[in-house]
Nanobody, 121 residues
Framework: QVQLVESGGGLVQAGGSLRLSCAAS????????MGWFRQAPGKERQFVAG????????YYADAVKARFTISRDNAKNTVLLQMNSLKPEDTAVYYC??????????????WGQGTQVTVSS
């Protein structure tokens, strides 16, 4: 079982930036496919961004392309989500997720507890 702990959420004005961080347990982190998801009130959880085990390939939901960037530091067991030009519709609880089999696209069975991001207009 992989433990994932997100941090970095908060309240920001529209147009601002936040950087979310996810710390993962386990020695095999460098083999995991990692992803970020979000869930707004009354809506289903949706994919935001994903990264292969090496970080060499990533993909994004259309709604966040060119504004969000996923990156990872395998030496620190950490995956980041840099969010720029934030919009009120980005308001949600953001979750970090791991596919420990390294599949691409990922099939995520491990989830963090989530961190709240609120963007005011």
């Amino acid at each position: 079982q992989v433990q994932l702990v997100e941090s970095g959420g908060g309240l920001v004005q529209a147009g601002g930036s936040l950087r979310l961080s996810c710390a993962a347990s386990g020695r095999a982190f460098s083999r995991y496919t990692m992803g970020w998801f979000r869930q707004a009130p009354g809506k289903e959880r949706q994919f935001v961004a994903g990264s292969t085990w090496s970080g060499g390939r990533s993909y994004y939901a259309d709604a966040v392309k060119a504004r969000f960037t996923i990156s990872r530091d395998n030496a620190k067991n950490t995956v980041l989500l840099q969010m720029n030009s934030l919009k009120p519709e980005d308001t949600a609880v953001y979750y970090c997720a791991a596919d420990t089999d390294g599949r691409w696209p990922g099939t995520y069975a491990n989830w963090g507890q989530g961190t709240q991001v609120t963007v005011s207009s």
